[in-house]
């Protein structure tokens, strides 16, 4: 098919509101889909330009001033290419090393400069020079977050970058031989409107006073992080957050005008990086119109500027100074995205991301105009109408509705206002059906020019998503996942009545729709899942005949089509398909697995109906598909043609007959998801297609050459038969269509009566708006009603019987009921059981089923929820109660509230213990060590001074120590001394030891805590055992009071939160049936039991005489009682006679002394009882007293643990500061290797730049000479011309025409940049405009008179040669200064580089001199004695009256000067006392010289008297004294030589010696005692050696220079005995000289006498 046609885009649709550029000063053009659409203002004309690739267009600009657009393509390595307008050329294909795709391009008014930001992984910020296509310069990992670019119009050289929360000018500059991007970051300012101050991370200074938490540290340092990210991550954190920019605006004057999202309105001068706030939203006296919105796009002209926000409002603002007002106003229809000025200033555009665009020509009208109203957002269908010829539908997923013409104009829009999914357009009248989420099918008026939605039913709970006419319009067919298929009658005077419905197998994946004319009967193809078998899928062919479906018997009760007028084939599939057609006895699918496109041949006997048979269906023919899926099929009217589309965004159109030929279009991005819909027009010759995710809507035309035009005829005339057979149809259907009311006014009609409503709603036609008619009917979907229907129907038909049946089964329920009770009464072998009555035993079966299984469900839920609970109590006891060591307990007193608590201690783990234990070893072997040095320096000590140091060193002050641990029965021998805490492993050591100290001293108290605590056990049943005799007192003194007795609470014994006692279960325990039966069985043994025991006279007589004892206990004696003589109670006293008087007298004695007795016994238990009691109070107030001594204790405990606290967070403070000064330390040192290196490259550059600088010097120099020759030689050149002729020419020589400059009327035009742009090409035009003007002087009219024309045309030709030059050394010139100006800036980077460098170094020292000194001054622990230190109070002013209220600052400055003033007397004072002590200094030094001049006179005088010999008198004549003694050195080491080889020689005489002795004693027997001593001899060598290993690099070195030490003293001390020995021979040879001088006078001593 390819060869006969071709595919061509006719109009396009779709406005995202985004990337909107103008190209000359009355076209916009803008990217939609994979296309780009230029749109002319003026004419609302729109041409569509293809973008350069199949992935999409990922970035776009475009420059008006110069007809140029650039746009950049979604793919691997992509490129940017250049084009031109309106020719649409492409100028140049700009590669750079963008690996995915760009962000933002940006082109410049001032030279043919482009710059760009590519994504990710490098972020790379490039400029170009599109002509040349080369790189101008480039900056890697610059544009992280940038979203807009910005050339300053006036200069090229500034670029400015708007990121997400950052605003950056990049300034290039341009050095000898390239160009180099230098950032600006501005800093903006904070939400509240305050300006905020950069943290500058690498230029922190450390102050030189130490303050009490030791130096001040910048952020970085503290948190350790490193890197390049550090000082932007620290500024994040540190600092308020910032405002974020939305939109920026250049300015005539080369600042910026920035917006944000907040409402605040910036001016930023790139050069200083100032920050002005012109708008801000939170003061008082903010612009009311301005508070509501922020600005989210920018305009400047020469009037104002003009500012959008986020409401439909746009403001143009007169900005003087820091002053704002608002000059005009527009409202706009909706919200606005994007404003900016036309090349020419003349018209302002506005266009918003609702697809609308607006154009305002103050110049012409202030009347905003409609340009544009196109969709905005995501098509889901699309569908050209076979009805009316000139108009399309679309709809989008939000529901607006849109119907357009064929040439892409709006005819009118609808929204829906609710979910769409999918839509058909009806071929016998103007109407389309509309799918909704929510089920409903929606049908929507087309004849007016504004669609109407005139009726809707409710068939689905699920999503609606197939809709289907067939091609000669008698029914509808919908399809969902539900696997319900619906017929609806299409004809609008049927007011789409659902004809049926009928279930397929599976969920609908595709459906379609052939009519047969023959037969006159609609063929439904329905694409299902096959729920057996995954791997292929279910084909379901419906054939329905148009003319049956009259009849009472088509449907059954509940709608269901019945079989005979529904006739169904069921075709399986080998491969899954994704979608399908139907064709004339075929069928058409994609197989998205095998990527291939597949043809089915039905069989003959595919109308019968088969719906228990599945016929197997195999592909005809199979050719090569899309490369990606999932791909969607779509038939033409004529069925002669197959569109294709899938995910790559291509079209691809092929014959039926022969599907291997094809024509293709690339028409949506491959990026954005490709193509969703396509849908062919009647004649098939125009194609309208969908994209998925790109917004966009193409409409298409076939167009086909000589070769196709039998295929467009065909496709022709077959529209024209469907249109005249379905004339007369449509005719009468939409008029009856365009009669019908909207649906809202069709609901709220006065001639709707309820009885209509009820038929409505059974038809399942209700909708929201009769919500207030129908109420629950709403929720029911047309089948739901049909089969509410059915019911109702049958209740009213069966009332009659229903009503009988109830009667009848009460009767048989009395009759039940009766025979129930009448079985009660028999006996019990005659008695039927509970489950003979029952008349249903498998109903009753049943509803016990269903009742076992609710209890077996509710009981495993209670069950797992157990096991649940079970496990979160394991989990909760294991981490709380099994690892605590010990366990949190009180002890409460008994006559107070006062309690003491224990300490809760976790159990240690095995690497605390271990590094516990490492620490004490390496504490042992300092001690050692220290020890053993002490032991070297007491041989120079005094003895009291060792003993009192030992006895310091032993007992060590509390105070000094800076804990109280040793008062709470712990003291850790192996604590540092707090002054001796120098190194960061030191200060660590002493963390665990204290963290050690802390917990034995938690420990001990807690010994203390369980001692008292069991004693308060012990007490407490003490005190039972006390109550129990208690009671029984009182119960035998039938005393009633309260009883004190005390128990134990939870607190203190917290074991019993882990038990339950019966008491604290409220509802009845539940019993298993085999507990119950174990309960009766021990309630039966017991009875059996008693009724064994039987009668027993015998005990039930001692019971009742004497309570069942044989003896009288003293405890009775209370209930004893002697009962009066039996004639007391039967005779009066006057009867008596005299044996029952002295009865009754013994009576009455007994009963005295009983009386006594019961008397005494009461006394007795009442002081027993006080006596308890009494016990009992004393016992308890004693452990009160034990337990506020051990609340003492605990107080101590406490002060001594927080203590120990104190100084482990002042250690881990500590080593905080040194990690932090370390990190530090390596931060400035990589700041300043970086620093070193730019410092290095920049000194590089500036030395290459000033020979090149130095180089062009040069040829500057040289043509400026060669210009001077050509003005000096000049009369030289013309020596030839008479004088008076030369001194004209010489003049003519030196004129120089004006050449005629554009004028440009500034003051008219609204352009606010009318000052001429930076160019580097404007140069050349100026030499050709001036040799232009020559030409005119030239002109041979000018010659003077009487000179020849050839020597005036050697003049003319001279001159030029001269204006050349001219012109040459100015260019150089302006070339010798831009050099100039960037070697100055190259030098202050380098100065800048070296000043840096020299900061970082300085500050790098002083860190160091910090650290030295904050680790020397060690922060300790004192404790004070308390209650030393007390103020007085007696000299306090009372009487103010008299006084003066002064400035507190007067008086710290006097009393700053006071102690300014004392410092310097003192100074002075010292001064003085070191003078006077330097000349009492001097003074003895004087003396003391006097004296040894006066002893080196008498030596000199008793020199001059010795007598010495010949030799003496040469050895001290000689002056090379040092030879002789070197030769004596000699020879003394000669001697020493001799002596060592002799002690070697003893040496080995005497290890000769000692191996023999050892040889002997290996022979003799070692005993027991030797082997022990031996062996604890190698232990303690072996325990040596290890303590010797651990500090032997140290020992060694020690050794070392010990050893060298001794060897030099030895040498010394050899060389001063030999010097000595030399002395004393001297003095020796001066003896004997005298001696021999005393013989003979000698004349000098009489000369001195």
């Not at 296309?35 to 999409?56: D, I, W, Y």
């Not at 103010?1440 to 400055?1453: F, G, I």
């Not at 006071?1458 to 000349?1479: A, P, S």
């Amino acid at each position: 098919m390819d060869e006969i046609g071709q595919l061509e885009v006719r109009w396009i649709q779709g406005f995202t509101g985004k990337n909107v550029e103008f190209v000359d000063n009355n076209t916009v053009c803008y990217p939609c889909g994979n296309h780009l659409v230029f749109l002319n203002l003026s004419t609302k004309e729109q041409s569509v330009f293809e973008g350069p690739g199949c992935r999409g267009i990922s970035a776009f600009t475009a420059n008006g001033n110069s007809g140029v657009f650039a746009v950049s393509e979604r793919k691997l390595d992509t490129s940017i290419f250049v084009y031109n307008y309106p020719d649409l050329g492409l100028k140049n294909e700009l590669k750079g090393s963008a690996k995915l795709d760009y962000t933002s391009l940006a082109l410049s008014d001032g030279g043919p400069y482009l710059v760009c930001c590519s994504s990710l992984p490098d972020h790379t910020i490039t400029v170009w020079n599109w002509e040349n296509a080369e790189p101008v310069c480039t900056q890697p990992q610059a544009g992280r977050d940038v979203i807009s670019l910005a050339f300053n119009p006036l200069n090229w050289l500034q670029v400015c970058a708007l990121g997400t929360s950052s605003l950056t000018v990049w300034n290039i500059q341009k050095n000898v031989s390239c160009h180099v991007l230098k950032p600006s970051l501005i800093e903006l300012p904070a939400v509240d409107g305050t300006i905020v101050e950069r943290l500058l991370v690498n230029s922190h200074s450390i102050s030189e006073k130490l303050t009490y938490l030791g130096p001040e540290l910048p952020p970085s340092a503290i948190s350790g992080l490193k890197g390049d990210k550090t000082e932007s991550i620290v500024n994040k954190l540190c600092t308020k957050p910032r405002v974020t920019p939305t939109a920026i605006c250049w300015t005539a004057t080369s600042q910026l005008y920035v917006g944000c999202e907040e409402g605040f309105l910036l001016l930023v001068d790139p050069e200083s990086h100032s920050v002005s706030i012109l708008y801000n939203p939170t003061t008082a006296d903010a612009i009311p119109e301005l508070k509501q919105s922020s600005f989210q796009c920018l305009a400047l002209n020469r009037n104002g500027l003009i500012t959008v926000g986020k409401n439909n409002m746009a403001h143009c603002l007169e900005i003087k100074g820091i002053q704002i007002t608002i000059t005009q106003s527009w409202e706009l229809d909706g919200p606005i995205t994007t404003v900016m000025y036309s090349p020419n200033y003349e018209t302002l555009f506005f266009s918003s991301n609702m697809g609308k665009i607006y154009t305002l020509n103050t110049s012409q009208s202030e009347e905003i105009v409609n340009v544009l109203d196109a969709l905005s957002g995501d098509f889901v269908a699309a569908a050209l109408s076979h009805t009316d010829k000139n108009i399309c539908v679309s709809v989008q997923k939000c529901g607006q509705l849109q119907v357009l013409s064929t040439d892409g104009t709006s005819l009118g829009s609808l929204s829906l206002q609710t979910e769409v999914t999918s839509m058909a357009c009806c071929p016998i009248a103007n109407y389309a059906a509309v799918g909704t989420s929510s089920g409903r099918v929606l049908f929507i008026d087309l004849n007016r020019q504004q669609p109407r939605v005139v009726h809707q039913i409710h068939l689905y709970r699920a999503t609606v998503d197939h809709l289907v006419f067939d091609p000669n319009g008698h029914f509808l067919f919908t399809g969902a996942s539900d696997a319900y298929i619906y017929v609806l009658d299409a004809k609008p005077s049927t007011r789409f009545s659902v004809k049926g419905f009928t279930v397929a197998r599976g969920s609908i994946l595709s459906l379609a729709a052939q009519y047969i004319n023959d037969s006159e009967q609609v063929k439904v193809l329905a694409l299902c899942t096959h729920k057996d078998k995954k791997s292929s899928s279910l084909l379901t062919l419906l054939t329905l005949s148009v003319k049956d479906l009259s009849g009472p018997d088509c449907v059954d009760r509940h709608g269901c089509l019945s079989n005979h007028i529904l006739k169904m084939t069921i075709f399986e599939v080998p491969h899954l398909l994704t979608s399908c057609v139907l064709g004339v006895n075929e069928v058409f699918a994609y197989c998205h697995k095998r990527r291939a496109l597949q043809r089915f041949q039905l069989p003959q006997d595919s109308n019968t109906d088969s719906r228990k048979k599945v016929v197997q269906l195999k592909p005809e023919q199979e050719v090569k598909g899309h490369p990606l899926g999932p791909v969607s099929l779509t038939l033409s009217p004529h069925q002669l043609w197959l569109a294709s589309l899938g995910r790559d965004g291509v079209l691809r159109v092929r014959e039926t007959v022969s599907m291997e030929h094809y024509i293709e279009l690339q028409c949506h991005s491959l990026h954005l998801g490709g193509l969703q819909i396509v849908s062919f027009s009647a004649d098939s010759q125009t194609l309208l297609t969908a994209g998925c995710k790109d917004g966009s809507l193409v409409c298409l035309d076939l167009r086909f050459n000589d070769l196709g035009a039998a295929e467009l005829k065909e496709a022709t005339q077959y529209c024209q038969s469907m249109d005249y057979a379905l004339k007369n149809v449509f005719q009468t259907e939409n008029h009856i269509l365009r009669d019908w009311p909207d649906w809202s006014q069709w609901s709220n009609a006065g001639d709707t009566d309820v009885n209509e409503l009820s038929r409505r709603a059974e038809n399942g036609e209700v909708t929201d708006l009769d919500e207030s008619s129908t109420g629950l009917l709403l929720q029911l979907t047309w089948l739901e009603n049909r089969r509410e229907a059915v019911v109702k129907e049958d209740n009213e038909q069966n009332s009659e019987v229903k009503e009988k049946l109830r009667k009848s089964l009460k009767a048989l329920h009395d009759i039940v009921q009766d025979m129930m009770q009448e079985n009660e009464n028999l006996p019990t072998i005659q008695r039927l059981e509970q489950h003979e009555f029952n008349l249903d035993v498998d109903e009753q079966r049943r509803l016990e089923a269903l009742v076992h299984e609710e209890a077996t469900r509710v009981r495993t839920e209670k069950e797992w929820d157990i096991v649940a609970n079970r496990y979160l109590w394991d989990i909760l006891k294991r981490q709380y109660w099994d690892s605590m060591e010990v366990k949190s307990k009180s002890i409460k007193a008994f006559h107070s509230e006062h309690e003491v608590k224990n300490y809760p201690l976790t159990q240690r783990t095995e690497t605390e213990l271990d590094e516990l234990r490492r620490v004490q070893n390496v504490r042992k072997i300092e001690m050692a060590s220290c020890t053993s040095t002490i032991k070297k320096m007491t041989n120079t000590s005094s003895a009291k001074e060792d003993e009192k140091e030992a006895e310091d060193q032993e007992v060590p002050s509390a105070a000094v120590m800076g804990c109280s641990t040793a008062d709470c029965g712990y003291s850790s021998p192996y604590l540092y001394d707090q002054f001796t805490l120098q190194t960061t492993e030191q200060k660590i050591n002493q963390i665990i030891l204290l963290q050690d100290v802390i917990y034995q001293v938690k420990t001990a108290f807690n010994t203390e805590f369980e001692a008292v605590h069991k004693q308060k056990v012990q007490e407490l049943s003490r005190i039972r055992e006390r109550n129990k005799r208690i009671k029984a007192i009182m119960r035998e003194l039938d005393v009633k009071e309260t009883l004190w007795e005390p128990c134990l609470s939870a607190d203190e014994c917290p074991e019993k939160l882990l038990s339950v006692d019966d008491s604290e279960i409220k509802a009845e325990k539940y019993l298993t049936p085999e507990q119950r039966e174990e309960e009766e069985r021990k309630r039966l043994e017991e009875q059996r039991r008693f009724a064994a025991k039987g009668d027993n006279s015998r005990e039930k007589a001692l019971d009742d005489m004497m309570d069942g004892v044989l003896e009288v206990k003293k405890e009775d004696v209370l209930k004893m009682e002697i009962p009066p003589p039996e004639f007391v109670l039967t005779k009066p006293d006057i009867h008596w006679t005299e044996e029952e008087k002295k009865a009754y007298r013994e009576y009455e004695k007994k009963s005295k002394e009983l009386h006594e007795e019961k008397e005494k016994y009461k006394k007795i238990l009442e002081t027993e009882m006080k006596k308890l009691q009494e016990s009992t109070k004393d016992a308890t107030e004693k452990l009160d007293e034990t337990l506020k001594k051990l609340f003492e204790k605990k107080v101590k405990c406490e002060f001594a643990v927080y203590q120990e606290e104190l100084k482990i967070t002042d250690l881990v403070y500590s080593v905080f500061k040194e990690e932090g000064m370390r990190n530090r330390a390596l931060e400035l040192k990589l700041k300043l290797e970086n620093v070193l290196e730019y410092k290095d490259e920049v000194r590089e550059e500036v030395k290459k730049c000033e020979e090149e600088v130095e180089e062009f010097q040069c040829t500057y120099n040289a043509i400026v000479a060669k210009d001077k020759d050509l003005d000096k030689n000049f009369k030289r050149e013309f020596c030839d011309v008479p004088r008076h002729i030369l001194e004209q020419l010489y003049k003519l020589f030196k004129r120089r025409p004006r050449v005629q400059k554009t004028k440009t009327q500034a003051d008219n035009t609204p352009n606010p940049f009318t000052e001429q742009r930076q160019s580097a090409s404007l140069a050349p035009d100026g030499l050709v405009k001036m040799m232009k003007a020559m030409e005119e002087m030239d002109d041979p009219k000018n010659i003077p008179e009487g000179l020849n024309a050839f020597i005036w045309e050697r003049f003319c030709r001279y001159r030029r040669t001269k204006i050349e030059s001219e012109h040459q050394v100015k260019m150089k010139t302006h070339i010798f200064a831009e050099m100039q100006s960037v070697l100055q800036k190259m030098t202050e980077e380098s100065m800048a580089a070296e000043e840096e460098f020299k900061n970082i170094s300085d500050e790098l020292e002083r860190l160091h001199r910090e650290k030295n000194r904050f680790l020397s001054d060690v922060m300790v622990q004192v404790l004070p004695k308390q209650g030393q230190v007390e103020a007085s109070v007696t000299d306090l002013t009372l009487d103010y009256s008299d006084s003066v209220l002064v400035n507190r600052t007067v008086v710290d400055d006097l009393k700053k000067t006071i102690r300014t003033l004392g410092d310097e007397k003192i100074n002075l004072m010292v001064k003085c006392k070191d003078i006077r002590k330097f000349t009492i200094q001097q003074e003895w030094e004087d003396k003391k010289l006097n004296m040894q001049i006066e002893d080196l006179i008498n030596k000199a005088r008793d020199i001059k008297t010795f007598r010495i010999s010949e030799e003496q008198r040469e050895y001290l004549n000689k002056k090379d004294k040092n030879s002789q003694v070197s030769m004596k050195v000699v020879a003394l080491e000669n001697v020493i030589a001799m002596q060592e080889k002799s002690h070697l020689k003893r040496v080995e005489h005497r290890k000769r010696r000692i191996k023999e002795l050892k040889r002997r004693t290996q022979k003799c027997k070692s005993t027991a005692v030797s082997d022990e001593r031996l062996a604890e001899m190698h232990a303690a060598v072996s325990e040596k050696m290890h303590i010797y290993e651990a500090i032997a690099v140290e020992e060694k070195q020690a050794a070392k220079r010990e050893q060298r030490y001794q060897e030099i003293v030895q040498r010394k001390r050899l060389e001063d005995l030999a010097r000595a020995q030399a002395q004393e021979l001297a003095v020796l040879w001066a003896e004997v000289e005298r001696l021999r001088m005393k013989n003979f006078p000698a004349l000098n001593l009489l000369k001195h006498n």
